[in-house]
T-cell receptor
Framework: GQQLNQSPQSMFIQEGEDVSMNCTSSSIFNTWLWYKQEPGEGPVLLIALYKAGELTSNGRLTAQFGITRKDSFLNISASIPSDVGIYFCAGPFSGGSNYKLTFGKGTLLTVNP | EAGVAQSPRYKIIEKRQSVAFWCNPISGHATLYWYQQILGQGPKLLIQFQNNGVVDDSQLPKDRFSAERLKGVDSTLKIQPAKLEDSAVYLC???FGTGGYREAFFGQGTRLTVV
């Protein structure tokens, strides 16, 4: 079936530490999206990746599109308390000329001040 | 630029009642999605529209859920009759393109509680 596997499921870190999380797919993607969701809000797009091997930064966040096109990584440097939230990866499983934007189960990040 | 608008923010209904959610996507966005997010899980795609046509509704429980996107702009999602397991956040999202540009932007969601 169409699956996105995210790991780890949760992380507890100290403020100032770096964070790394990843996502793997059962299918080849041509797009990887990373979102952050805070309580009571919808997911907010952080980074979009469109090319295998691509490395893209957004402030302290850096994401990479894996060479195999079946995985992606998100790194957060020097974490701060406002980084707390659930981080989701998403990608388009394709079916013919259409695609279905599918999400992983998320990584819950807790940052201790 | 205005974001994706959803209403209501919260809804509490009894089981077997009906409920409807409304979504207004970002202007010019051709693709509109409805997701169901159960507590502790990632968003699950219910239905995806491209303009006013359905692209995918394979995970929509069609015996009780229905959705429409008239004129390719606003959309409504309806549940009739509701079950306890329908308690979730219903998220609407939209994206500009129908091909390679697939960045989807979300509304704040509607939190549904079925009692």
């Amino acid at each position: 079936g169409q699956q996105l596997n995210q790991s780890p499921q949760s992380m507890f870190i100290q403020e100032g530490e770096d964070v790394s999380m990843n996502c793997t797919s059962s299918s080849i993607f041509n797009t990887w999206l990373w979102y952050k969701q805070e309580p009571g809000e919808g997911p907010v797009l952080l980074i979009a990746l469109y090319k295998a091997g691509e490395l893209t930064s957004n402030g302290r966040l850096t994401a990479q599109f894996g060479i195999t096109r079946k995985d992606s990584f998100l790194n957060i440097s020097a974490s701060i308390p406002s980084d707390v939230g659930i981080y989701f990866c998403a990608g388009p499983f394709s079916g013919g000329s259409n695609y279905k934007l599918t999400f992983g189960k998320g990584t819950l990040l807790t940052v201790n001040p | 630029e205005a974001g994706v608008a959803q209403s209501p923010r919260y809804k509490i209904i009894e089981k077997r009642q009906s409920v409807a959610f409304w979504c207004n996507p970002i202007s010019g966005h051709a693709t509109l999605y409805w997701y169901q997010q159960i507590l502790g899980q990632g968003p699950k795609l219910l239905i995806q529209f491209q303009n006013n046509g359905v692209v995918d509704d394979s995970q929509l429980p069609k015996d009780r859920f229905s959705a429409e996107r008239l004129k390719g702009v606003d959309s409504t999602l309806k549940i009739q009759p509701a079950k306890l397991e329908d308690s979730a956040v219903y998220l609407c999202a939209s994206s500009f393109g129908t091909g390679g540009y697939r960045e989807a932007f979300f509304g704040q969601g509607t939190r549904l509680t079925v009692v």
